[in-house]
């Protein structure tokens, strides 16, 4: 195995690559701005990005946020959402905003968000893959001469068909007004609607307003049943072998058998013994014997 070696400095070096990149983009041409133009460029841009930045997402028609667009993320042109126009000095009035493909020659007047079955593109109803299709409005198939249009049936994790989906593009206004998340402000090109880790999960797996929402309270302490996902009935058998001694405890404290990030083996141990003098003079009170673990036991 290779081992990569930098010089003195060399690693801050790549750190301010990094940044630059982030910040510029594409918007160099793919020759780096002098340290004069990137100090320009930031000047200008810059206070523009911040004040105007546009989330792009993809919403189901529960209005859940299926997919955050970032950087990265691909057009149905199959170019990605960075090659794309993000930055605007003054956001459009009409409505939906259209943000067209930059790469020359590409007839892409604004970006749609396709997914992808696994690795690969979805099919059209006419079986030819997405990116066989033409990236200019109408979409229809460079394969066949039957499609009118591309339209795939292909359904997403929320349950729904990927045609009822819509690419959404919308000021930070627009957003806080439905109430979802619109995160810090950035100077970064093109974060669409990235606005942390957690955004690049699938809606249905986001505890956020963008996606599926936190479960409730009552949802956290239901009982475990024989429906549950078996690790669920595997946590709460190690937690306790009598159902009594579950009774009024709730799911909080089958948490706190976890051992938190920051504690050492001791503070640990020490919590997790309170714990447990607690609850057995709680038990005590009622009249309820608990179970006896194995330093009890004499094991």
């Known amino acids: 195995m290779e081992r990569l070696t930098l010089p003195p400095g060399g690693a801050a070096a790549v750190d301010e690559y990094v940044e630059y990149r982030r910040i510029v983009g594409e918007d160099d041409g793919g020759k780096l701005f002098t340290p004069e133009e990137y100090e320009e460029y930031k000047r200008k841009v810059l206070p523009m990005r911040l004040q105007n930045r546009l989330y792009v997402s993809w919403r189901s028609p529960m209005g859940m946020d299926c997919k955050l667009v970032g950087p990265e993320t691909l057009c149905f042109c199959t170019h990605r959402y960075k ?86 593009v919308e000021t930070k206004q627009e957003r806080l007004a439905q109430g979802k998340p619109v995160g810090q402000d950035v100077p970064y090109a093109a ?9 690049l999960a699938e809606g249905y797996m986001r505890l956020d ?27 709460q058998a190690s937690s306790s072998s009598s159902p009594e001694t579950l009774t009024g405890v709730g799911t909080s404290s089958q948490v706190s058998s976890l051992r938190k990030p920051e504690e050492d083996d001791m503070a640990f141990f020490e919590r997790r013994h309170q714990e447990r003098v607690s609850l057995l003079e709680n038990l005590k009170q009622r009249g309820t014997k608990g179970p006896l673990d194995e330093s009890e036991r004499g094991e």
Do not use: W
């Open 209 to 235: 307003d963008s996606g599926i929402g936190a479960p409730s309270a009552e949802f956290l302490d239901s009982p475990v049943t024989a429906m549950d996902h078996p690790f669920l009935k595997a946590f």
């Open 191 to 199: 974060m669409g609607g990235l606005t942390g880790f957690s955004s």
């Open 83 to 168: 090659q794309h126009k993000t930055d605007f000095e003054t956001i459009p009035l009409q409505r939906p905003i259209s943000l067209p493909c930059q790469v020359r020659g590409c007839p892409c007047r604004a970006y749609l968000y396709v997914p992808l079955n696994g690795t690969q593109p979805i099919r059209c109803r006419c079986k030819h893959f997405a990116d066989q299709h033409s990236a200019a409005p109408g979409f229809v198939c460079n394969a066949c001469s039957k499609c009118s249009g591309f339209h795939s049936c292909f359904t997403c994790a929320c349950g729904q068909p990927a045609y009822a989906h819509d690419t959404v």
